[in-house]
């Protein structure tokens, strides 16, 4: 299957830092991009969706000043958290979906920190 | 009524059994449908997708009812190696493909 690499893997970062995750698809192009965050003992929840070129669509709740979207290319999207406070810490996990197919492929996910 | 909803789990069974998930949706209109498994402190991983007709690969079946907006899994045989969080998933956008995934349901299959 397709392969999509996500870094880093894990980050602790102080309060009121910003932190960049990086998402990059290995051998396709992706047209649309998610971010998803996962507290623990809960769902996967869709925070952003976005198309190369083009600004991202926040789902309702999530702030975008906060959690910026970056799809530059039809191979990498970065989110950025800025300000981190303790109540972001959470697993922050990218989706790319190719032109041809309708199956999402998951980057390996990130597991943020903030102390 | 929560878009995506699987039993609480968690489901602890002995190698061989039968175990199976159940899964109802909220949106009428939702087109496709999923099985993923999560391991532990990873990414989710496509297991299959589940059609009307219902479909089965290997050990698992799926099984699709529009009219009640039920979604079944159906593991059979289970090895140890089929413990992990099985998440059902559901494209709520159509066209705008929107994953909606449930809370999962966390499987250990004991020796």
């Known amino acids: 299957g397709a392969v999509v690499s996500q870094h880093p893997s894990r980050v602790i970062c102080k309060s009121g830092t910003s932190v960049k995750i990086e998402c990059r698809s290995l051998?396709?192009?992706?047209?649309?991009m998610f971010w998803y965050r996962q507290f623990p003992k809960q769902s996967l929840m869709l925070m952003a969706t976005?198309?190369?070129?083009?600004?991202?669509?926040?789902e309702q709740g999530v702030e975008k000043d906060k959690f910026l979207i970056n799809h530059a290319s039809l191979t990498l999207s970065t989110l950025t958290v800025t300000s981190a406070h303790p109540e972001d810490s959470s697993f922050y996990i990218c989706?790319?979906?190719?032109?041809?197919?309708?199956?999402?492929?998951f980057g390996q996910g990130t597991r943020l920190t903030v102390v | 009524r929560k878009e995506v909803e699987q039993d609480p789990g968690p489901f602890n069974v002995p190698e061989g059994a039968t175990v199976a998930f159940n899964c109802t949706y909220s949106?009428?209109?939702?087109?496709?449908f999923f099985w993923y498994r999560q391991d532990c402190r990873k990414e989710p991983k496509l297991l299959m997708s589940?059609?009307?007709s219902g479909n089965e690969d290997g050990r698992f079946t799926a099984q699709l009812n529009r009219a009640s907006q039920y979604i079944s899994l159906l593991i059979r045989d289970s090895k140890l190696s089929d413990s992990a969080t099985y998440l059902c998933?559901?494209?709520?956008?159509?066209?705008?493909?929107?994953?909606?995934f449930g809370k999962g349901t966390l499987l250990t299959v004991n020796p």
């Open positions: 998933v559901v494209n709520s956008g159509g066209s705008n493909y929107k994953l909606t």
């Open positions: 589940v059609y009307s």
């Open positions: 949106n009428s209109a939702s087109q496709s």
């Open positions: 989706s790319f979906r190719d032109r041809e197919n309708t199956e999402a492929f």
């Open positions: 976005s198309n190369e070129g083009s600004k991202a669509t926040y």
């Open positions: 051998d396709f192009q992706a047209t649309t």
